[in-house]
Structures are given as C-alpha cells and as structure tokens.
C-alpha cells in the first residue's frame, strides 16, 4: 500500500563550506589622564600623638555644620490644657450622640416587640372567641328543646 519515499543521494558532500566564527579583539583602550584638581583651600596638616609614642600625620577634615534650627517659640501650658479640653468635649459629644442614637433605637425596636405580641395574642383571642367549632371541653346545649325537670336541666 504505502511505500517509503525514497529522496536521491545529496549532492557532494565535499562541496559544501563550514563558517567558523572568528573572535572580535576590541580597539586597544587609552587611559584618560589624570588631572589633578587643587581645592580651594589648602587644609591644613594635622599632627596626633597616640599614647604608645606614634605620631599620626594627616590632614584634618572638617565636617559640614548642619543649620541651626530656628527657635520655636514655647506654647504655655494653658494653650495646651484648652486644646486638650477641647479634643475630649468632642469626643463627650460624640460619644453622648452615639448614646443616644443607640437609645432611640432600642427604644424603637422594644416598641415594635410589644406591638407584635398584642397582635399575635389579640388574634389569638379573636380565633378563640369567634371560632364555630364550639368549646371543646364541656357539653352545648339547645335551650329550646330543653327540658326542665326536677329543677335538673336535660337536655
């Protein structure tokens, strides 16, 4: 049925060319030259003695002064005292509202649970008084037919 396909030999094998990659040298680099930069001062040179005899020799680095802060002026303790007053009679007012926000709902919610238990018993009063059933315990009689005898009531 289905036979291999069969492909003609490559051509020469000898003919064909392999490419090496050759190495890239880099530009020889030249160091730039140093310039020496004079400060604007010349510091001056410092001499330290150590305990054990040596002398150290070295110039002496001044470090950079931060600016001096400016003077705050002082807050008296009275500007403190009503600030502070201030901030808890805001907190009193807040927490005085939320107080009675809270009440007003409890006040709210205990309302409406006496309104529902008149309605569930009201309606449980009206079942019982106007249910046709007739009572369930104790015996109904018709007065018409009624008989009376021996001052006993039969029925």
């Not at 001499?47 to 002082?74: F, M, N, W």
């Amino acid at each position: 049925m289905n036979e291999p396909v069969r492909y003609p030999p490559a051509a020469d094998t000898a003919a064909l060319e392999v490419h090496h990659p050759t190495p890239f040298t880099p530009a020889p680099m030249h160091a730039a030259p140093l310039v020496p930069v004079q400060p604007g001062t010349i510091p001056a040179v410092a001499s330290v003695i150590l305990p054990d005899g040596r002398v150290v020799t070295g110039y002496a680095i001044e470090h950079a002064q931060p600016a001096p802060l400016a003077a705050k002026p002082a807050v008296s303790r009275a500007a403190v005292n009503v600030a502070l007053g201030g901030v808890g009679f805001l907190a009193v007012c807040g927490g005085l509202l939320m107080l009675t926000t809270f009440i007003t709902a409890l006040t709210a919610l205990v309302t409406q649970l006496v309104i529902l238990a008149a309605v569930v018993f009201g309606g449980w009063i009206a079942v019982q008084v106007f249910s046709a059933s007739g009572h369930s315990g104790g015996n109904t009689f018709n007065i018409r037919k009624a008989v009376f005898k021996r001052n006993h009531f039969n029925g």
